[in-house]
């Protein structure tokens, strides 16, 4: 099935910085989100956008949803331990049919001591 | 609050079996995803039930069905297993249809021996 294309696939950072990964399509969605997954757990939605150039906080975290709606990106700032994980974006089109969202590969993140 | 409850969260099958997979939507949420997700991909869409009626379809097999109850739960059959089925199988509900944000349940984790 269609995946989105997100980048980079790992990330190995020092606690602290600050963290990017972005997310591409060849098709334009109505809205973009951006979810979490933990070992043996269900992804969390971290961030849902539905404008196009829409730019949305929570907490740490910022995400963009791209102005051509075929990308967004996410971005953790000053990264603590339990940021560790893999992030996913998602996206979604609104045809009046199937709602249902495309995932990305996910980014793993991971945090070095 | 509870939030999406999937049962069982692990289950072992063999070659040509069924399974049915149950779901359970958040309080107040009317609409239902199924999503099968194998090791290192995003998860990926099966389909969206919504006041009892499929309404949407991702690129799966007609092995596969599902069904969704007047009190919004849901179950998800899949006959005839293969090798290839072995996956955590993720339930999402949202309030209903549209762009609305949809939340995972932890899965059921699925084993074909």
């Known amino acids: 099935g269609q995946q989105l294309n997100q980048s980079p696939q790992s990330m190995f950072i020092q606690e602290g910085e600050d963290v990017s990964m972005n997310c591409t399509s060849s098709?334009?969605?109505?809205?973009w989100l951006w979810y979490k997954q933990d070992p043996g757990e269900g992804p969390v939605l971290l961030i849902a956008?539905?404008?196009a150039g829409e730019l949305t906080s929570n907490g740490r975290l910022t995400a963009q949803f791209g102005i051509t709606r075929k990308d967004s990106f996410l971005n953790i700032s000053a990264s603590i331990p339990s940021d560790v994980g893999i992030y996913f974006c998602a996206g979604q089109a609104w045809g009046g049919g199937a709602d249902g969202l495309t995932f990305g590969k996910g980014t793993h993140l991971i945090i070095q001591p | 609050d509870a939030g999406v409850t999937q049962s069982p969260t692990h289950l072992i099958k063999t070659r040509g079996q069924q399974v049915t997979l149950r779901c359970s939507p958040i309080?107040?949420?009317?609409?239902v995803s199924w999503y099968q997700q194998v090791l290192g991909q995003g998860p990926q869409f099966i389909f969206q039930y919504y006041e009892k009626e499929e309404r949407g379809r991702g690129n799966f097999p007609d092995r596969f069905s599902a069904r969704q109850f007047p009190n919004y739960s849901s179950e998800l059959n899949v006959n005839a297993l293969l090798l290839g089925d072995s996956a955590l199988y993720l339930c999402?509900?949202?309030?209903?249809?549209?762009?609305?944000?949809?939340?995972f349940g932890d899965g059921t984790r699925l084993s074909i021996l």
């Open positions: 956008l539905y404008k």
């Open positions: 309080s107040g949420h009317k609409s």
């Open positions: 999402a509900s949202s309030l209903g249809l549209g762009l609305q944000p949809q939340h």
């Open positions: 098709s334009i969605f109505n809205t």
